[in-house]
């Protein structure tokens, strides 16, 4: 008989949605005793079960049944899967029992999957709910009707350690939320690179349009089979990026853990050349965060990529002498189409890869808000109702009529009018 593994959910499924067993262990009782030639006390003290006990047992009528005297009754039986044996017995429980069970089953989930303290600061929970209600809340944002559906469809953990951290659970709530937005979104647009690779030339001159730009440059990603959604940063996660492979198609998630214009500019060209170049290694895990220790060649290239885009290298060493003149950077701004934050960003950056000094104090007043360019795209903020909700909205965005002529605007390389 194999008992070395046992899922109380799989058998709360059962008995909740009545799919569990059939057995009928009183008749099952009583052929065994003709089988076996002997009366039913002759049973009950074999087995070291107070006759009354096992009739309870029996009828499921037993308020607590010993998992000791289940185990006795289900060798007696010769029945081999203990989740019939259990499930038998306990589908004529009375609901209070069957409840307690479920309660304490819903707070072990609740306990075990999420960060209730730091999901209750975003706001995601609401302070002094109930396990039942932090329950519903997963839920109703993830689109499922039970525990049982939820741990079925959204089966991606991050860690194979049973034992997770707070950090943990935190980026493996952001994946999931990410992974159930695209499924929901469900972008109909066929996975084109030729038209990706052509796009990605004529990105650069958006990143001047701060209200429009960033939505601008999505709309044409979304049309040739790449999803972008923009996710706030969760404490604990340290996640800037990432991407994904959602129905064998590319989607990208962005977020705003630094807070700088330049950095999701930035973070957009850095996942958008893994899904270039790294698209198979990433589907074969599912997904790939921004800084993941399991790819850190492949994020140097991409890295390496999104600083040179906008202002690489060269740029950089032109501008040097002039940094704290801004109209001669925004003048070079110009002339590079881009935003003049990028310059500062790139000098910042450089600077402390190359002279370990650190700049990031400075030029702020350059830098543009960085919520000017997120608000069209529906930002998840972890306040709103469901991810189908967030979804709609997004597609609502993306499915405008004029992204046709977004994305020829793109391809044909005009400039934004700033």
Not at 98 to 116: H, L, P
Not at 224 to 248: A, E, K, M, W
Not at 276 to 293: C, M
Request: charged letters at 25%.
């Amino acid at each position: 008989m194999n008992y070395n593994t046992f899922n109380i959910n799989k058998l709360l499924e059962g008995i909740v949605t009545g799919s569990g067993t059939n057995l009928d262990l009183n008749k099952l009782f009583e052929d065994k005793l003709v089988e076996y030639n002997i009366s039913k006390r002759k049973a009950s003290d074999l087995l070291n079960i107070d006759l009354r006990t096992l009739d309870d047992t029996l009828a499921g009528n037993a308020k607590q049944p010993s998992i000791i005297n289940i185990i006795k009754i289900a060798h007696f039986l010769e029945i081999t899967d203990l989740y019939q044996a259990i499930s038998a017995i306990l589908k004529n429980q009375e609901s209070e029992n069957i409840g307690s069970i479920e309660r304490a089953s819903d707070a072990s989930f609740i306990a075990k999957n999420f960060d209730i303290k730091k999901l209750t600061q975003v706001g995601f929970f609401k302070p002094k709910d109930e396990p039942k209600k932090l329950i519903n809340r997963v839920l109703t944002f993830f689109g499922y009707s039970s525990v049982f559906e939820f741990e079925r469809a959204v089966n991606v953990p991050l860690y194979s350690r049973t034992k997770r951290g707070y950090s943990d659970k935190m980026k493996d709530f952001w994946v999931k939320s990410a992974i159930q937005c695209f499924k929901d979104i469900n972008n109909p647009n066929e996975y084109n690179r030729e038209a990706l690779k052509d796009i990605i030339t004529k990105i650069k001159p958006y990143c001047q349009d701060v209200e429009l730009g960033l939505v601008t440059v999505c709309k044409a990603l979304y049309n040739v089979g790449v999803t972008v959604i923009f996710q706030s940063h969760l404490t604990l996660t340290q996640v800037r990026g990432g991407t994904f492979v959602i129905n064998s198609k590319p989607c990208i998630v962005l977020t705003d853990l630094n807070k700088k214009y330049t950095t999701i500019w930035e973070t957009l060209l850095h996942e958008l050349h893994h899904v270039l170049y790294d698209l198979e290694a990433i589907e074969a895990k599912g997904y790939h965060l921004t800084g993941d220790p399991d790819l850190l060649l492949i994020e140097d290239k991409s890295e390496d990529f999104s600083r040179e885009y906008f202002c690489g290298r060269d740029d950089y060493e032109y501008i040097k002498p002039h940094i704290h003149t801004h109209f001669l950077v925004e003048r070079f701004a110009k002339e590079l189409e881009v935003h003049p934050s990028f310059v500062y960003s790139s000098f910042r950056q450089f600077e402390q890869l190359l002279n370990n000094r650190n700049y990031y104090a400075h030029f702020k007043e350059y830098f543009p808000p960085y919520q000017t360019a997120l608000q069209k795209l529906n930002p998840i903020t972890w306040k709103e109702n469901s991810l189908a909700e967030i979804a709609e909205n997004i597609k609502s965005i993306f499915d405008l009529n004029d992204i046709k002529n977004e994305k020829s605007k793109i391809k044909q390389g005009e400039k934004n009018t700033i």
